[in-house]
Structure formats: structure tokens, C-alpha cells
């Protein structure tokens, strides 16, 4: 059952109970991310993340750690583009002594600068270690070329310089000009009740009064593009970008099945067409990005550097397919199938509703149930597949990089995926 309630300084508490739980999981979460920060500031709202762990003026780093640890629970957080969440999950017997492990961490951390500056270095190699994974640094690179000039496309953990320069004042400045009580939310689902977990935490998170008028965000720009990245690696990692859906876009259920189509499943095409049948790469998959204005469908691939323009012809056919020809009603129902199945399996764990109960919040204000997304799923046919497709896809509106030991020039990615 959900239940939401409105404290007093704009707070959002949303609630769900789950009754056959045995365990509650709760998230603070604040409609903050990468992409409302400042220049200087790349970074800033991931290294707060980090640093709210750290030590409050009730408990030190390892009191939080052993206070857990006593229950059999365990605390985290996340930042994205859009968002960062400070999360636990305990007992259901339990729930007081999380509410006020969480509200601490978030109302009284200390933001010690010996800590900082330890932090830091910390932080500092989590920058070089995707730096050194090539899989996951041809999307950092990638995203900052195809969303140029807006902070949607920089890193969430920012720049080595820039995090090396953050202190304390700075990170007290943020939370005080961005955490403000409209854009927080408390989000719970397990075994609870809605009341008795209002009542535990409305005292401390009412005490927050920033009312500072935040800065709209700026919808990016899309650019396409054709690039190559040398670099002496063993594959050569390949990404290639078109504008996508937001989440609130009522086309956003066309576009994820399609996704699944196309390549987040082992049945994909590109899956099959590429690893399955020709075996030119190990890995080959299609994702969606969707943030609060925008999208990107995308397709990455690891392959070796003499299968390049074999795989991009593969890939550019299997686009110029899906943009000619209907999809089948079967394949259709399979990928409707998919999603469905995956939803409801995740929706048997609490960390799952419980962010599913934020973000529902966040971008439509008020609870969607499981049944209604169903519908939604099997509504969508093969025209609308086809028709929302045509609209975002055309070869001279892709983005593509390639990034490794290539030695084909920064036009040949895209002259192969104008082919056809």
C-alpha cells in the first residue's frame, strides 16, 4: 500500500508496505546531481556522497559501520546526473535505529578536513581506475562530445583538478545552496507503517530550512559526430549514439522495447548477429539513457581492430532494418515479455520499490502502479515501434567514436554508417 506525506518544510515522505517483508529499505534522496553543478564544482555532489560516511557529531566513521554491522544491515549511496541517494536497508525491527543512522549522516556529518583530504586521494583513483577500464571510459568520453557544453555530458565524479582543490566550505556552500527541502525526498518500502515511520523521521528532517531558489537545468544539445580515440589497448571499443527518450516521454515504452530488440537481450539482434553468428565480439549491446529532458540510445561493442568496418556494417544494417520493416508481432510479444518478467521480478525486493517509489515522485509526482506500466507495455504495437524510430533515426543524426588501436581516420565510422 502507498501512502505519501508532506512535513512541514516541503519534504516528501512516500511510503510502501510490504507485509510478507522482513526487512525495510529507506532512501534520502535529494533531486541533485552532476549536472547541476558549476564549473568549479565537477564532482562536488558525489565527493558529499562520499563524505557523509565519514563521521557525524554523534558518531565516528567506524561507530556508523559497527552500528549497522549489530542488526545485519548495510548503508550506501549513489550519485547520478540527477540525483544522489543515501540508502539502508535493516530488519523491520530495526527501522528506529536506521532512521536515526540515516538522518544523522545526512543532517550532522562533520565534513572533517583531515578526512577530506584522505577522501581526496581516494576519489582521486577512482578517476584513474575507469580511466584505465577502456569499456566504461569510451562512455565518459563519448557522452562529453555528444552532450558538448552542458554538464549532462561531464563526468559525475569530475576532474582530478578540480577535485583536488574541493574543501570543506565548498561542500557546506553545496548543500546549502542545492539540498534544498523541495528537492528532498524520503522514500521506504518493506514491512512498515506509513505513520509510525513519519513520525520517526519528521523531527530531524524537518529542521532543514534552505529555501534558496535553485537554478533551472538546461536542456542539452545533441551532436553527432564521428571521432576516433587512438590508444594502445588490445580491442578497440566502439560506441555509437542517436537522440533517445526522456523519462517522462510516453514514447519511452517504444523506445526500451525496441531497445531489447535490437541488443540488451541475448536474443537481440545485434547479439545474435554479431557474437552468436560471427563471433566478432564478446561483448555487443544496445542501451537507453534517460534523464528528466532527454536520451540517447546507444550500441557498444568490443572488437578487435580488423573487424571494425565488418561491424559496423552489421550494425548500420540492422538499423536501416528496424527503420524499413515493421518488427514482427512475435518478436514484439518476447520483448514485451522481457521487460514485464524483469520488472516483476525486481519488484520482489524492497531496494528496488524503494527507488522506484523516489523516482516516480521526482518525475511524476505521484505513485505509478505496476499494472499501469503493464498496459502501457502491451498498448505499443510494431507501427509505433517503427513510427518513433524513423523520427530519431537518420545517418547523418548518429554519433559514433572509436577508441583504441584504430588506424582509420576520424570519417571513416561515419562514411561506413552512411552506407546502405
Same mark, same amino acid.
Given at each position: 500500500?502507498?501512502?505519501?506525506?508532506?512535513?512541514?518544510?516541503?519534504?516528501?515522505?512516500?511510503?510502501?508496505?510490504?507485509?510478507?517483508?522482513?526487512?525495510?529499505?529507506?532512501?534520502?534522496?535529494?533531486?541533485?546531481?552532476?549536472?547541476?553543478?558549476?564549473?568549479?564544482?565537477?564532482?562536488?555532489?558525489?565527493?558529499?556522497?562520499?563524505?557523509?560516511?565519514?563521521?557525524?557529531?554523534?558518531?565516528?566513521?567506524?561507530?556508523?559501520?559497527?552500528?549497522?554491522?549489530?542488526?545485519?544491515?548495510?548503508?550506501?549511496?549513489?550519485?547520478?546526473?540527477?540525483?544522489?541517494?543515501?540508502?539502508?536497508?535493516?530488519?523491520?525491527?530495526?527501522?528506529?535505529?536506521?532512521?536515526?543512522?540515516?538522518?544523522?549522516? +545526512?543532517?550532522?556529518?562533520?565534513?572533517?578536513?583531515?578526512?577530506?583530504?584522505?577522501?581526496? !586521494?581516494?576519489?582521486? *583513483? $577512482? /578517476? &584513474?581506475?575507469?580511466?584505465?577500464?577502456?569499456?566504461?571510459?569510451?562512455?565518459?568520453?563519448?557522452?562529453?562530445?555528444?552532450?558538448?557544453?552542458?554538464?549532462?555530458?561531464?563526468?559525475?565524479?569530475?576532474?582530478?583538478?578540480?577535485?583536488?582543490?574541493?574543501?570543506?566550505?565548498?561542500?557546506?556552500?553545496?548543500?546549502?545552496?542545492?539540498?534544498?527541502?523541495?528537492?528532498?525526498?524520503?522514500?521506504?518500502?518493506?514491512?512498515?507503517?506509513?505513520?509510525?515511520?513519519?513520525?520517526?523521521?519528521?523531527?530531524?528532517?524537518?529542521?532543514?530550512?534552505?529555501?534558496?531558489?535553485?537554478?533551472?537545468?538546461?536542456?542539452?544539445?545533441?551532436?553527432?559526430?564521428?571521432?576516433?580515440?587512438?590508444?594502445?589497448?588490445?580491442?578497440?571499443?566502439?560506441?555509437?549514439?542517436?537522440?533517445?527518450?526522456?523519462?517522462?516521454?510516453?514514447?519511452? +515504452?517504444?523506445?526500451?522495447?525496441?531497445?531489447?530488440?535490437?541488443?540488451?537481450?541475448?536474443? !537481440?539482434?545485434?547479439? *545474435? $548477429? /554479431? &557474437?552468436?553468428?560471427?563471433?566478432?565480439?564478446?561483448?555487443?549491446?544496445?542501451?537507453?539513457?534517460?534523464?528528466?529532458?532527454?536520451?540517447?540510445?546507444?550500441?557498444?561493442?568490443?572488437?578487435?581492430?580488423?573487424?571494425?568496418?565488418?561491424?559496423?556494417?552489421?550494425?548500420?544494417?540492422?538499423?536501416?532494418?528496424?527503420?524499413?520493416?515493421?518488427?514482427?508481432?512475435?518478436?514484439?510479444?518476447?520483448?514485451?515479455?522481457?521487460?514485464?518478467?524483469?520488472?516483476?521480478?525486481?519488484?520482489?525486493?524492497?531496494?528496488?520499490?524503494?527507488?522506484?517509489?523516489?523516482?516516480?515522485?521526482?518525475?511524476?509526482?505521484?505513485?505509478?502502479?505496476?499494472?499501469?506500466?503493464?498496459?502501457?507495455?502491451?498498448?505499443?504495437?510494431?507501427?509505433?515501434?517503427?513510427?518513433?524510430?524513423?523520427?530519431?533515426?537518420?545517418?547523418?543524426?548518429?554519433?559514433?567514436?572509436?577508441?583504441?588501436?584504430?588506424?582509420?581516420?576520424?570519417?571513416?565510422?561515419?562514411?561506413?554508417?552512411? *552506407?546502405?
Amino acid at each position: 500500500m502507498y501512502q505519501k506525506t508532506v512535513l512541514r518544510n516541503g519534504i516528501r515522505v512516500v511510503t510502501e508496505k510490504i507485509p510478507f517483508a522482513h526487512s525495510v529499505s529507506t532512501g534520502i534522496w535529494v533531486n541533485a546531481g552532476s549536472r547541476d553543478e558549476d564549473p568549479l564544482e565537477r564532482g562536488i555532489t558525489h565527493f558529499i556522497e562520499h563524505m557523509l560516511f565519514k563521521g557525524t557529531k554523534r558518531r565516528s566513521a567506524l561507530d556508523i559501520a559497527k552500528e549497522f554491522d549489530s542488526v545485519g544491515g548495510f548503508a550506501n549511496a549513489f550519485t547520478s546526473k540527477e540525483h544522489v541517494c543515501f540508502h539502508a536497508k535493516v530488519l523491520a525491527a530495526h527501522l528506529s535505529l536506521l532512521t536515526d543512522l540515516l538522518s544523522d549522516l +545526512f543532517l550532522q556529518s562533520v565534513f572533517d578536513p583531515t578526512e577530506i583530504e584522505r577522501e581526496q !586521494s581516494v576519489i582521486v *583513483q $577512482e /578517476i &584513474r581506475m575507469v580511466e584505465d577500464t577502456p569499456d566504461e571510459f569510451i562512455h565518459v568520453l563519448f557522452q562529453e562530445d555528444f552532450w558538448k557544453q552542458n554538464p549532462l555530458g561531464l563526468p559525475i565524479y569530475g576532474t582530478v583538478e578540480t577535485v583536488e582543490k574541493m574543501g570543506r566550505m565548498e561542500m557546506l556552500d553545496f548543500i546549502t545552496n542545492r539540498f534544498n527541502p523541495g528537492r528532498i525526498l524520503v522514500s521506504a518500502a518493506g514491512n512498515l507503517d506509513h505513520q509510525n515511520f513519519v513520525d520517526l523521521i519528521a523531527p530531524s528532517m524537518e529542521t532543514l530550512n534552505h529555501s534558496i531558489q535553485l537554478p533551472e537545468r538546461l536542456a542539452p544539445d545533441y551532436h553527432f559526430f564521428s571521432k576516433v580515440v587512438k590508444k594502445d589497448l588490445e580491442q578497440v571499443h566502439l560506441v555509437i549514439g542517436m537522440r533517445g527518450t526522456s523519462q517522462t516521454d510516453e514514447t519511452r +515504452f517504444a523506445s526500451h522495447l525496441l531497445n531489447v530488440i535490437l541488443g540488451s537481450s541475448m536474443s !537481440s539482434r545485434l547479439f *545474435q $548477429e /554479431i &557474437r552468436e553468428k560471427r563471433g566478432l565480439a564478446y561483448s555487443v549491446y544496445s542501451f537507453c539513457h534517460s534523464h528528466e529532458d532527454s536520451g540517447m540510445l546507444g550500441i557498444y561493442a568490443g572488437i578487435s581492430p580488423e573487424n571494425i568496418e565488418q561491424v559496423l556494417q552489421l550494425i548500420n544494417e540492422q538499423l536501416s532494418t528496424l527503420a524499413q520493416k515493421p518488427i514482427s508481432e512475435a518478436e514484439l510479444n518476447s520483448a514485451k515479455e522481457y521487460i514485464k518478467g524483469n520488472m516483476y521480478i525486481n519488484a520482489e525486493n524492497n531496494d528496488y520499490r524503494m527507488n522506484r517509489l523516489a523516482k516516480n515522485e521526482f518525475l511524476f509526482g505521484r505513485h505509478i502502479p505496476f499494472e499501469e506500466v503493464e498496459k502501457k507495455i502491451n498498448m505499443v504495437s510494431p507501427e509505433d515501434i517503427q513510427e518513433w524510430f524513423c523520427g530519431i533515426y537518420s545517418p547523418d543524426k548518429m554519433a559514433a567514436m572509436l577508441y583504441g588501436p584504430v588506424e582509420m581516420e576520424s570519417e571513416a565510422p561515419e562514411n561506413i554508417l552512411r *552506407q546502405g
